[in-house]
């Protein structure tokens, strides 16, 4: 983590990008003394643990989308892409660690480095003017391997508002039933919302025979994307989760559907404002009749894009007082009551925010133990 006097030379070191009144500067997330940015960097090399970030340093604080580049790449970020993240307001930061990851000891390395990364941005958000509570996590080919734990975890000192990732997951090894670690182990009915771009292209419905265009042989096959949005559409998340294939044959950077992605996120305002309209005394009712609406109108809500958080924090706070009303005394229990008790099994119809997520960093760390192969941009 940076020092207070490499921090503050850091940020004079920051200079105007092509975007006026943005910055952008490089900075280490971990150690001390200059950066050396020539790469490639490998397994235990110091001078690897740096990021570039390019931030608004006045006005409210800024989301934050953190990048992960493809095996091979760097962290510059091309200015379209870097207007795509501008556009949907959001400060931009690409980390490095291990340049090529070829093994499982590579791949644990950068998951660790990704949470020094994760500290550095809750200890310099003030400087930098970021909002911790509202991170997308993100990641290209190799970017994606390394940042799929975190992009699940919980901490208490940031929230992961969604998932933004281009040619995802691109291999079969980190499938595997057989690990319990595997890639959709870490999928739940808790998980943030997710937005997958694909450079090639599988034929729709995109199934299991997939072969992708225009290159048969290109690894990063849009049917794994597909695999983790079969899984949210099983846990009734079907709305928080997309895929997008074809990009080589379009005209849109890797980053072109963020702003989008980052429209139709949660929206704890608009779900306020509909919660209003279908239950109405909410605030002066009991937690009972409020929990007892939120249940009935759930496609509602739905549609309005509440998230389980808001709709349990609202129901929470209702003041009236009432028979039932002790068993929902807690924010877990009137959760349990809204979107788990039902007349038959327990189900979830709205996204829930990533603090509800129970996992902690790294309780599935090992889950690409059995990933060996370097992967391509």
């Known amino acids: 983590m940076l020092s207070a006097l490499v921090l503050l030379t850091a940020l004079a070191s920051a200079r105007a990008s092509n975007f006026p009144g943005w910055n952008q500067t490089f900075a280490r997330y971990n150690g001390t003394g200059p950066l050396d940015r020539t790469g490639p ?46 556009d949907a307001g959001y400060a931009l930061i690409s980390w490095e660690s291990i340049t090529a990851i070829k093994d499982s000891e590579d791949t644990l390395q950068c998951q660790a480095d990704h949470e020094l990364v994760m500290k550095w941005i809750v200890a310099n958000a003030d400087a930098y003017n970021l909002d911790t509570s509202n991170i997308i996590m993100g990641g290209r080919s190799r970017g994606s391997v390394i940042s799929w734990p975190l992009a699940y975890s919980k901490d208490e000192s940031y929230t992961i508002r969604g998932i933004y990732m281009y040619n995802a997951l691109p291999s079969e090894d980190i499938f595997n039933v057989s690990n319990p670690d595997n890639v959709l182990s870490y999928v739940t009915s808790e998980s943030p919302p997710l937005f997958f771009v694909y450079g ?85 009712g009991t937690k009972m009749e409020c929990g007892q609406c939120a249940r009935s109108e759930k496609k509602a809500l739905f549609d309005a894009r509440c998230d389980v958080s808001t709709v349990t924090s609202l129901c929470s706070s209702a003041t009236g007082t009432g028979a039932g009303d002790a068993q929902l005394n807690t924010e877990d229990a009137m959760r349990s009551f809204i979107f788990e008790e039902t007349d038959d099994k327990p189900q979830r119809t709205l996204p829930p925010t990533s603090d509800a997520v129970s996992a902690s960093h790294f309780s599935k760390i090992a889950i690409f133990v059995a990933f060996v192969g370097a992967l391509m941009l």
């Open 200 to 284: 090639p292209e599988c034929p729709k419905p995109i199934t299991e025979s997939c072969v992708p265009s225009p290159n048969a042989a290109d690894i990063h096959n849009p049917k794994f994307g597909q695999r983790v949005v079969n899984k949210y559409t099983e846990l009734g998340l079907s709305k928080w989760a997309t895929l997008k294939d074809g990009l080589d044959k379009k005209t849109l950077n890797i980053f072109g559907y963020f702003p989008s992605f980052v429209d139709n996120l949660p929206n704890a305002l608009e779900c306020t404002a509909e919660f209003e309209s279908v239950c109405p005394d909410y605030k002066t």
């Open 41 to 86: 960097f490998l397994l235990n090399d110091p001078n690897r643990q740096f990021l570039w970030i390019q931030y608004k340093p006045d006005g409210p604080k800024r989301g934050v989308y953190v990048h992960a580049h493809g095996n091979g790449g760097g962290v510059s970020v091309t200015q379209p892409d870097q207007q795509s993240v501008i």
